[in-house]
């Protein structure tokens, strides 16, 4: 692993930047100038700034500001921290699931298999945003969006989280039904232990490869998820602003001079979503081991 | 003339850090139409000295060293276009599994008239008429039916059969067999290995015949390389190899075999594991699991003497035929004899 | 010859794999009608056999004869679709999984590949002590330490490898491993499936050693699986011929090498490649071994047999026990009535 990452200036970057934005954005509280989430720290006689390195800036403003007069570095801190937060934690309640059921899945066969990889079929069928836009919209109107934006996180983890299992389900089936024909699993049977043993100390360990890579291509689809439906409206509310909320907010000024408050953030997502990329795909092809040994 | 000849053959293998030496300086003649066997454990390079023979290394495996002359002609230095025309044509090699061997996709009478049409011009029929005589040569019942069916739908041992009617088709002077009959069951072994043997010596067809089974090569061969770690560390008749071995390596596989002991009885086994080619011991390779092992076998490689009938490299070839203490002494004088 | 209490013994056992799952593959078309039809892999047919304790009987048999099926029946790993199972003098096939923790750890076994029997993720200490936990959980840790370096003693492991994983271990030390994991549970009695077929010759003397060993030092019980008929004239107190699911033969190792009664047994035995003869006088057989889906109703040897005659189609040769054969041919072999030459001719 170590030798492979060393030989791959592709993953090295790529790590570096990942990690330059994860230490950045979860330290946010120390760094920010300005608390995005604070209304006593905004002032609307701020709005649209532009950047330091545009005539008439404020030095106050490293980045300039948006259209309710927030420092914008200090707005992307925290709403990249808000968008990781978001996709990881969606990721592993993926995960989670999706592991769960794949491995009753594949190891106790028969029809409780033909049940859930149907139901991860059905799932499947609908695309995760149209899942996520009509449960959303629901919960919104029923709660009101005050109560709605108080819990818009959890909302947003648990929805993205349980549209996306059947990935990992039929994944983890699949690599779980190759290991069970292994005759470590049979010799653990000989030896008397219970399904719940061979499958969690036994067969999860040993499935665990594709289980990373897909992980990371997760976490990337996730952020980009959340971005699409706050940028829709259905997301993070604007008081408290994610990546994607933040460029919802710049877009409507995108034509009148201030495009810098969508185009900003939108570098910062892209940026993000491509480094885990990219890292995902390393993680592939050195897992690999036909790949790796050569 | 021999029909192949080996000499100093040294083939290696290009690791991340450093290379890997699979084949040690092996040098051995084959005439024409004579049948030898190369026994080994895996590991012992028998596989890889097929395929250098085939001029099918791939990387990273290269031949560092050495020649094989195959009728006059070195097939290391020979350019890929002509030894694509020796493999097939004049050499042809049968590999262990005949599950994977043949193409799924195409019917047997397809693969059989390509091989022929690649190497030959010969139009379709005619190539067909020559698949035909070739598969009842190896006694498969209907041929003609035979060449419309796919692979899957025959038997193992009538794979094989139709893998040696293909490796057969351009009436070939060496037959290179890799573990030819080890995927399958032993009344079919039985079988294949007849019509093996039937053909070679009908054909005067010579024949390399890999394996670890000393059982095969004994009723097969006339005359065997026992291979261990990359080299080759006894040659001779088959006949004397199986009933007077001088080797220690050679004596403990013969007696490490069930039918050596009786029943119940302890097996005479070898110590210890043959080493990885990454670790080979310095010296004899065979030294750390040899029971006659002495100083001198662990820092100097033992060169290869003449020794009752075949040819072994041991330093202590003798220590049977003289008294103990004078080993080191008689041992220096075999060598310089011979 | 008076046997003792059988310690395993196995009452008409069957095994039917079907091979049309749900209702849609039994429908098919046959001469213009629509018909269901279920086609089934007849894996095992009819087999009884006893193993008395100390015995090592073997169970030899070509590919697809259904020798590897018997021993996961008797291992519990399938249930077989009919027929009983005893071990002890009790019934073992219908237990639960519950029911069946005390005998596990009487019973083990010793699979073929050492390559993919060990989990690849587990030290070796942590694949030793894993069995021993489960099934003693009132052992203290350092008790649990000493059984699990007494077992790789016995196998020959250094203890101090313990903290390696199964892929920094060669062939034969893994096998070694895998017996040594059989062993942490005190077994009485192991089910061996082809244990040394992928080993190389030199390593397999040392593990049939090492079984051997164990055999005397622990009491232990075979029931050993393998095509190798070297091994088993070797190992074997009893052997027992599979063909196509049937137990030909069965008879004391020493019996069946000298005087092999079935026509199958024979050419078995002739076809192995013998070390010191210079002209094999092997029996060939005709044809290939029939596909096991749907058995013709009689001998299953018959298509290949060279004394096959019109009583062998239709009938089933019930077990001959005086001569412990199944063959109709091998009681009048016996009778004088046959030359005991059998047909050497080729393909018919």
Known sequence: ?294 | MSLLSVRDLSVKFAMRDTTVTALDQISFDLAKGERLGIVGESGAGKSITGFALMNLLSRPGFVDKGKIMFQGDDIVQMPEARMRNIRGNQMAMIFQDPMVTLNPVLTIGQQMVETLQAHRKLSKAEAEQIAIVKLREVYIPSPEERLKQYPHELSGGMRQRIIIAIALLLDPQLIIADEPTTALDVTIQADIMELLLELCQSNKVGLILITHDLGVVSQMTERTLVMYAGRIIEAGRTREIINDPQHPYTQGLINALPQQTKPGQRLKQIPGNMPSLTAIPAGCPFSPRCEFVKPHCLTEAPKTVQYAHVEVACHEVNRLHSSTDSITQSDKAEEIQA | MKTPQPLLEMRGLEKRFELDQGFLETIKLRGGKIVQEKRAVHAVNNISLQVAPGEALCVVGESGCGKSTVARLIAGLLTPSAGEIHYDGQRIDNRSRRAMMPLRKKMQMIFQNPYASLNPRMTIQQALEEPVRYHNPALSRSDVRDKVAEVMRAVGIDPSWATRYPHEFSGGQRQRIAIARALTVDPEFIIADEPISALDVSIQAQVLNLMLEAKDQRGLTYLFITHDLSVVQHFGTKVAVLYLGSVCELADTATLFENPKHPYTRALLSAVPQLKDDHPNHIRLRGEIPTPINLPPGCPFESRCAHANSRCAPNNPAPCNSLMARSPHAMRLKKGAWTAKPRTGGTE
């Open chain 1, 1 to 294: 692993m170590a030798y492979s990452f060393r030989r791959n200036p592709v993953a090295i970057v790529s790590l570096t930047v990942f990690a330059l934005i994860a230490v950045l954005s979860f330290c946010a509280p120390l760094i920010a100038p300005f608390d995005p989430y604070d209304p006593g720290q905004i002032d609307i006689m701020n709005s649209e700034y532009p950047p330091l390195w545009v005539n008439g800036a404020d030095a106050q403003f490293m980045l300039g500001t948006d259209d309710q007069g927030r420092d914008l570095w200090s707005t992307i801190l925290y709403g990249t921290r808000l968008s990781l937060l978001i996709g990881i934690c969606a990721v592993a309640l993926q995960a989670f699931l999706g592991i769960s059921i794949g491995l009753i899945a594949g190891y106790v066969g028969g029809r409780i298999d033909s049940l859930l990889m149907r139901l991860a079929d059905i799932q499947l069928s609908f695309s995760t945003l149209m899942v996520a836009i009509i449960f959303l919209a629901v919960t919104q109107a029923m709660f009101g969006s005050e109560t709605f934006n108080q819990y818009a996180v959890y909302f947003l983890i648990a929805v993205i989280g349980v549209a996306e299992w059947p990935q990992y389900a039929r994944t983890v089936r699949a690599t779980v039904l190759a290991e069970k024909k292994k005759e470590y699993v049979d010799s653990a049977r000989v030896l008397g232990f219970g399904p719940g043993r061979i499958m969690v100390r036994h067969i999860l360990p040993n499935s665990l490869t594709p289980i990373f890579v897909i992980s990371t291509v997760q976490v990337a689809n996730a952020i980009i998820s959340e971005a699409s439906l706050s940028f829709l409206g259905l997301g993070m509310p604007p008081s408290q602003p994610s990546l994607g909320s933040l460029i919802s907010s710049g877009f409507d000024y995108i034509f009148s001079g201030s495009w810098r408050i969508t185009a900003i953030p939108g570098i910062v997502l892209v940026v993000l979503v491509l480094v885990i990329n990219l890292l995902g795909d390393w993680l592939r092809d050195a897992l690999n081991p036909k790949l790796y040994k050569g």
